[in-house]
DNA sequence: TCTGCCATGTAAGTTGTTACATGATTAT
DNA sequence: ATAATCATGTAACAACTTACATGGCAGA
């Protein structure tokens, strides 16, 4: 459900080719929302018979065709009426925490290093989050209402990342 | 591949059957791994013609006889192996980002109310979280290993909860 | 009487993953 | 030479979701 919505709201942006929805969704949208092109294909598909977008063809010389899809006033209804809708928690689903879980079954030594690991693995993150702050919303208040919407969104990964960074901490020295 | 797994962590704490499998995942488990019974009974099956857990029929009067499963060497073998490999960051995948991130198509009140809202159901999960950790592990130290473990997983949900709280107070704030 | 619990299962549909396929252009 | 980029697609499979199905027993 949310994968149709999300590609509403990457083309609502700007329209653009699957190819270029396929890399937004490898990159900056894909922080929160991730699609491989296969499926992004398809589910453009389904969007455009459903008259929720259109395409068009773009021919190219030297490079292969394309096609351009951007959102109808219908897609952009429904968009609309989706966002308004109150929507549930998501739950957590993560594999470290069933190895944790079981982390008694095998030796401490091999915990404490994978959960180093892992906490290695979130620093890059956070500072790679950080570095986005610092290079596009460096200053808030000169951010346009989407540029600050999208940062907000950014915000909740620096804070996640950093809590999974102190998590990790935690483990450490409990063991 | 994880949900294997998750079984297999949970049938080695005690031997049950798949009803009361589906009930950890809809329980305590489930706080980290999400599983329907559907999904339970299927991977049951596929572990027990591998050999990695086998089931006692039990007879029972007044209800529906039921098949305890428990975990084998060789799918103990398994899980300390599987538990023994680096695993990978789970990316964040969050319909309510999706939305703020489209939060400028519709009215900033509406955003406003789904974040409050939002907040609200987080601030539950983690008072509820902290219940537990109240209830159960208020003396770590008394706890057996096995426990401590458990205890490590609940941490990480209460402090995800807390910061989501943030956040959303951070988003409230800011519009 | 009706709801919920116990206990397991089939079936169908939707998503998500992995592999394969094409073919010119540009950078190393 | 070789790999990567651009651009789209098919096919097969694996995982997950939702609905349907059974049937006795206990409690409100």
Redesign the pocket.
């Known amino acids: ?4 919505h999300a590609i509403l709201v990457v083309l609502t942006e700007a329209p653009q ?7 937004r969704f490898d990159g900056s949208v894909g922080f929160f929302w ?6 992004i ?6 969007l455009e018979s459903q008259g929720w977008i259109i395409s068009q063809p ?1 021919v ?9 899809f951007s959102v109808t006033d219908l897609g952009q209804q429904q968009l609309q009426d989706w966002i308004l809708q109150p929507c549930e928690l998501t739950a957590i ?1 993560e594999e470290i925490l069933i190895k944790l879980y079981g982390g008694y079954l095998v030796s401490g030594e091999a915990i404490v290093k994978e959960i180093a690991h892992h906490q290695q693995l979130h620093r890059q993150k956070l500072a790679a989050f950080q570095q986005i702050e610092a290079k596009f919303f460096n200053d808030p208040a000169k951010c346009s209402k989407q540029a600050r919407f999208s940062y907000l969104t950014l915000r909740l990964g620096i804070r996640i990342e950093q809590e999974w960074v102190a998590w990790c901490e935690e483990v450490l020295q409990s063991i």
């Open positions: 459900m949310s994968l149709i080719s699957g190819y270029d929805l396929a890399k991730q699609a491989t092109h296969q499926q294909y398809r589910e453009l598909n389904k773009i190219q010389s030297g490079r292969p065709d394309k096609k351009m689903k």
